[in-house]
């Protein structure tokens, strides 16, 4: 096992920097891997019969609360080699989670996004100073030989759109941590392709790919995310566009720090990891351990919030097919499936 403070060396986050990703091999070992798999499972089948997940159209199961309050999985956020990642990236000693992380099991929401507070205006903030909000990935099966695993695009934390940047499917492996910035474009449930390893393709063409075709799964898909940051402003736009209801009305991350854990018990974990716990709003945690079952069947958001990407030159034009195919009936909805 690498030492904690050899886990991501100087060249790695100069790659990082470049990039807006990094991929970190064997942070966790096999038995940390199989504890969480099986303790993943375990909460989101629970969550999943309270209706304490979020609404999902592709099959996912995304339990609302954050990793802090799961059994088995909570120690993934003050554990020493994540944080070290989450500091080394960052840049910054002081490092804050604000109750954003979360565990999927199954599905294949796919499609190009960013994740940061403004993601298509050059001159918001966001793009003016290097962004230092950090998400880190744990995927437990490999996606090496696999589909399923993470797609980015290269450098396009660069760029106030989504159509920017060499697309690269990850090859994660069990074990690995990935890392990107909230302003590089990704996608997940990458489709490899049968006998073309070099091909990464685009998300909205991988759900029209015909099974013969894809490399499968290589069992079910469980992963599980975190997002850390810094005392900045960065941090400080990004909890105020989803603390605010009257501009941004029911997001599920407002949803989602209702049903995490605020206990004083959780801040001290982390806290003995150097990591401050943020509760952003009044009501944090209230509704943490609920057993009310929700007749719904799933913790109601509000639509998410529109990006409006410029698009240039052959982007323009997929996109104008697009709209002339699905507007005869030709193609299916834009997200890919
Ligand atoms: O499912 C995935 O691999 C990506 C999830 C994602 O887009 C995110 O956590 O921001």
């Known amino acids: ?36 798999r099986n303790a993943i499972q375990t909460f989101a089948g629970r969550a999943k ?9 592709t099959g996912e199961v995304v ?14 956020l003050s554990d020493s080699r994540i944080v070290a990642i989450a500091r080394r990236l960052v840049g910054r000693e002081d490092l804050v989670y604000f109750g954003d992380s979360g565990s999927m099991v199954g599905g294949k929401l796919r499609g190009f996004h960013k994740d940061n507070t403004n993601r298509d205006t050059a001159e918001h903030p966001d793009w003016l100073s290097p962004y230092t909000l950090v998400r880190l990935g744990v995927y437990l099966q490999d996606h090496s030989r696999h589909s399923g695993g993470l797609k980015v695009r290269r450098s396009s934390h660069l760029h106030a759109d989504i159509t920017s940047g060499e697309i690269v499917d990850l090859p994660t492996q069990p074990g690995d941590v990935v890392a990107w910035s909230l302003r590089t474009t990704h996608s997940g449930f990458a489709v490899r392709v049968r006998g073309l390893p070099f091909v990464h393709l685009q998300p909205r063409f991988e759900g029209r790919l015909p099974a013969w075709l894809r490399r499968p799964e290589s069992c079910l898909r469980i992963a599980a995310f975190m997002t850390f940051g810094t ?19 029911d997001n599920y991350l407002y949803k989602q720090w209702l049903y995490n854990d605020g206990s004083e018990a959780a801040s001290r ?15 944090y945690g209230s509704k943490f351990g609920s057993e009310e079952k929700l007749a719904t ?4 958001t509000g639509p998410s919030r529109p990006d409006v990407y410029p698009a240039s030159r052959v982007e323009a034009w997929i996109r104008r097919g697009g709209r002339v195919l699905r507007s005869v009936g030709l193609a299916g909805p834009e997200v890919s499936q």
């Open 269 to 283: 974990r982390l806290a003995d990891a150097g990591v401050t716990l943020q509760r952003p709003i009044p009501g």
């Open 49 to 57: 019969t309270l209706g304490h997940v979020l609404r999902s159209a």
């Open 231 to 249: 005392n900045d402003a960065h941090l400080r736009n990004y909890v105020a566009k989803h603390a605010d209801l009257a501009t941004y009305a």
């Open 1 to 36: 096992m690498v030492r904690k403070n050899e886990l991501v060396s100087a060249d790695q986050v100069l790659a990082f920097q470049r990039d807006g990703f990094v991929l970190v091999r064997n942070v966790l070992d096999r038995s940390e891997v199989t504890e969480l």
């Open 297 to 300: 069947g799933y913790v109601q």
């Open 63 to 76: 339990p609302v609360t954050d990793l802090l309050g799961q059994p088995g999985v909570g120690w993934l």
